[in-house]
């Protein structure tokens, strides 16, 4: 018998290139020798590869070693069948997703370059939120979330690689804040996210658009001194 259920392999990351080994137990080996084997694609998770290591039964039980190999492209299950002297079995090797353990989410945010926005500006900025507990697994690009408060900002969460412990995520914040902020001095534009079923909502301060005070002199206004046709 093979006992893909007793085997022994270590988890795998999501875009983490994956080198590994693992251990098949077997019962009532007849002592004979055997060759590699070729490579198993995975399943479920894909991306992976599976490929017998040449060995010698033992005349009773013991067990097949098999290199993993390659980089998980989703998280989940990934599934080798395995064939070997008649008996079949399928091997499970768990691919994790990226995880954290929370989001502080405490004010003030790293805005960089440093300073507020203005109303009716153009806004290009790259905003650092915390987190701890990451677990070293790479993470995708977010979609676009829109400003709450003062409108008209979009942050995008840039692609990176969770540190291995805490660590920052970085935002891209770009648009033009509404130029009609009803406040006196500043106002703030709100973006609210979450990552691992943990959320958060990080801000950047926008100034309310102002000038110096313009002072009018006396303005001369010319008019023709000949008037045509009436």
């Known amino acids: 018998t093979l006992n893909c259920a007793g085997a022994t392999a270590s988890a795998g990351a999501i875009g983490v290139v994956y080198t590994g080994n693992a251990t098949i137990p077997y019962t009532n080996g007849n002592g004979g020798s055997y060759p590699s084997g070729f490579p198993i694609a995975s399943t479920g998770v894909t991306g992976l590869t599976a490929t017998l290591q040449a060995g010698s039964l033992t005349n009773s039980t013991g067990s097949l070693t098999y290199t993993i190999t390659g980089t998980p492209t989703t998280s989940g299950t990934a599934s080798f069948s395995i064939s070997f002297g008649g008996q079949n079995c399928t091997l499970n090797i768990l691919v994790n997703g990226p995880s954290i353990a929370s989001i502080p989410c405490t004010a003030p945010f790293t805005v960089s370059p440093a300073g507020n926005g203005i109303a009716g500006i153009p806004y290009n900025k790259t905003v650092t939120v915390p987190y701890t507990g990451g677990n070293g697994v790479a993470y995708s690009a977010g979609l676009p979330i829109s400003s ?68 009018c002199s006396t303005a001369v206004v010319e008019y023709p001194s000949t008037v045509i046709n009436g």
């Not at 291995?164 to 648009?175: D, E, L, R």
């Not at 902020?181 to 691992?196: C, L, M, Q, R």
């Not at 301060?205 to 102002?210: E, F, H, R, Y």
Request: aromatic share 10%.
């Open 148 to 215: 709450t408060g003062v409108t008209g900002l979009i942050a995008t969460l840039n692609a990176g690689t969770l540190a291995s412990g805490g660590g920052n995520f970085t935002f891209t914040v770009t648009g033009t804040p509404d130029p009609f902020v009803s406040v006196s001095t500043n106002a703030t534009a709100t973006f609210p996210f979450t990552f691992d079923g943990k959320s958060c909502s990080f801000t950047v301060t926008i100034n309310k658009a102002s000038i110096a005070p313009i002072t």
